[in-house]
């Protein structure tokens, strides 16, 4: 017969009070300490106890009466002034940890170089000297070092993934945006957003990946990294709603471009490729390419270019508009490569166009366009035209932007084009304000009907080409967008009843708002309306643009500049999506994970 150890966990032993008074031991959490020595021990047993009293400490023997309970209590207060000492300076420690959490956090989301972070100590020391002097020993323990901003930045990004992951688990579709770009060192960086949503219709829109391609950009590459991304968060392809791209050649081919790849990979799967959507605001950008006015623009640039490429020039430039006191400060630089730089450009130019003619004649530089009547109304139309397609291309930007808002405004614009070209042969200027503004100062040449005329007609078959797909599917945007307002006709077979079913539900139509979609879907009885359900969580995913994405990038010239080229690719990541993230970082968990020590 084997015998089975006794387990001293399992005896429950109690501390009992009359050992305080017998042997000078307490209780401390699960351990007997001696209020003597300070040691302790383990196991609340009277024999072990008394072995090391009586060993220890015989001479307390004599001890009897009062002068043994005034020395216990002597004993126990002062056990307990340092138990809270330590319990102080352990508070004090945890609190310098998540501040330093905090600043990190500060600084990542700012973009700021991780040895900010002793300049920011310094700071707080120099105020606290003026401020509260007697706090300036606490702020002192706090680390900001340059390593210790490196580490609260790993972790603090480390946590936001972790967050995302768990959010990944619970999307019922989802949808990527992706873009790539060079940084200052020339290695091309690809973006990942994702927009997830869960079966509450809860929208997550976040940074997924971002991964540096050292070698070649090509579609295949772009895939493989596409791949891992979703392996990393463990999403599945049936899950993948739709694909939002730049329309690059490495994105969109068909062949060899991450689209075809994904249509194959969707093919051996057996399952439907997801929708494809090419950024919405950079086919509007092509659209306007169409309006290039080479005979306005080339003298616009070669005023701007006069006037600021020397110094001295500029600075007269600037004198003078404010000896007139204008309006303006300056002329503008004209950038392709910026959206709204053309409009901004041309509005300028045409409010300061008397001044500029001045300046230049008085400088012996004369341009006779300035002068010229035909050039001034071709000035003016573009300017009117340009200031429009900029207000449309601010309305397509935003994050978080839903596919049908966009997609009104698209069709809004088109419509808008229409009703221009009926009101420029009517020489109706009521919609172009530089246009009308040069109109009252009746000109000798009159304005030029066929050629505005030609040119809003050529903009308007731009914006039907272009966005000829977005039509395609605009009868399921205005069904996600209005269920109410859809022609039953129109919809897909696996909808129709269930539209016939909603569309004839009068509590659910006075429940309807546009402006909160989320909620009335979330609302809808999942058992009547399934496949309705499900089609508007994938059109709450689609990305319209990759805004976030150039918006991404424009932070990550910023962080890594000329000055911090030797930004490694792993604090880039963490410190974009820390700038980006919607989540918070859990700094209370993060801190009570780090073992918490004063700063030197």
């Known amino acids: ?30 351990r007997a300490v001696c209020m003597i020595c300070k040691e302790s021990v383990a196991v609340f047993k009277e024999y072990n106890l008394r072995r090391h009293h009586e060993t220890r400490h015989k001479e307390y023997a004599s001890l009897r009466g009062q002068a043994r309970e005034d020395r216990i209590r002597g004993m126990k207060g002062g056990l307990a002034a340092q138990q809270n000492l330590f319990l102080r300076q352990t508070q004090v420690n945890q609190a310098a940890v998540r501040a330093s959490y905090k600043v990190a956090h500060l600084l990542a989301t700012h973009g700021k170089p991780f040895t900010d972070g002793d300049f920011v100590k310094e700071c707080m020391l120099a105020v606290a000297e003026v401020v509260c002097p007697d706090k300036k020993d606490a702020l002192n323990v706090v680390s900001l070092s340059a390593t210790t901003m490196t580490r609260r930045i790993e972790d ?12 990944a688990s619970e999307f019922e579709f989802f949808a990527l945006a992706m873009d790539e770009s060079n940084d200052v060192q020339d290695t091309a960086q690809l973006l990942i957003f994702i927009r997830g949503v869960s079966a509450s219709f809860e929208v997550s829109e976040e940074l997924a990946a971002l991964k540096s391609l050292k070698g070649t950009t090509t579609g295949e590459d772009i895939f493989v990294q596409v791949c891992k991304t979703m392996e990393e968060l463990n999403l599945h392809w049936s899950k993948l709603a739709s694909i939002t791209t730049d329309g690059a050649p490495s994105m969109v081919g068909t062949t060899r471009g991450l689209v075809g790849r994904l249509n194959s990979e969707f093919a051996e799967r057996g399952l439907t490729p997801p929708l494809q959507v090419h950024c919405l605001i950079h086919q509007q950008a092509l659209c306007c390419k169409v309006l290039n006015w ?3 623009m080339k003298v616009v640039v070669h005023c701007v270019n006069y006037i600021r490429k020397h110094g001295l020039k500029h600075r007269q430039f600037q004198a003078f508009l404010s000896e007139l006191e204008s309006a303006y400060e300056d002329v503008l630089y004209y950038s392709e490569v910026r959206w709204l730089s053309r409009g901004r450009v041309m509005r300028r130019f045409y409010d300061l166009l008397p001044e500029i003619n001045t300046f230049l004649q008085s400088k012996g530089e004369t341009v006779r366009a300035l002068t010229e009547p035909e050039w001034i109304w071709d000035l003016a139309f573009l ?12 309305q397509l930007q935003g994050k978080g ?11 809004a614009f088109e419509v808008k084009l229409v009703l221009l070209v009926r009101q420029v042969q009517k020489l109706d200027f009521t919609h172009l304000p530089a246009t009308q503004s040069y109109c009252a100062e009746k000109p000798a040449v009159p304005f030029p009907v066929e050629k505005c005329k030609d040119a809003l007609e050529m903009l308007r078959g731009e914006f039907s080409a272009r966005f000829r797909e977005l039509h395609v599917n605009g009868k399921g945007i205005r069904l996600f967008q209005n269920p109410f307002a859809a022609d039953i006709n129109d919809a897909p077979p696996s909808l129709q009843f269930e539209l016939a079913e909603l569309q004839n539900c009068d509590i659910l139509k006075d429940a309807f708002k546009p402006d909160s979609l989320n909620e009335f879907y979330a609302a809808l009885p999942e058992e009547t309306y399934p496949n309705i359900k499900q089609h508007a969580m ?3 995913t689609v990305f319209g643009s990759t805004y976030i994405c150039e918006q991404t990038f424009s932070r990550m010239k910023q962080t890594k500049n000329a000055t911090r080229n030797r930004l490694t690719d792993k604090h880039l990541h963490q410190t974009l999506r820390l700038a980006t993230t919607s989540l918070q970082p859990d700094i209370e968990l993060l801190t009570s994970q780090k073992q918490a020590h004063s700063s030197h």
């Open 1 to 30: 017969m084997t015998s089975v150890k006794r387990k001293i966990d399992r005896e429950c032993r109690v501390f009992k009070e009359q050992w305080t008074k017998d042997y000078f031991f307490v209780q401390c959490k699960d």
């Open 156 to 167: 603090l990004g480390d946590n936001v993934y972790d967050q995302l992951n768990k959010k």
């Open 294 to 296: 080479a005979s306005v």
């Open 383 to 394: 300017t009117d035209v340009t200031e429009m397609l900029n207000h449309l291309n601010v």
């Open 401 to 411: 932007k839903l596919i049908s808002d966009m997609y009104s405004h698209i069709k």
């Open 538 to 540: 994938k059109m709450t």
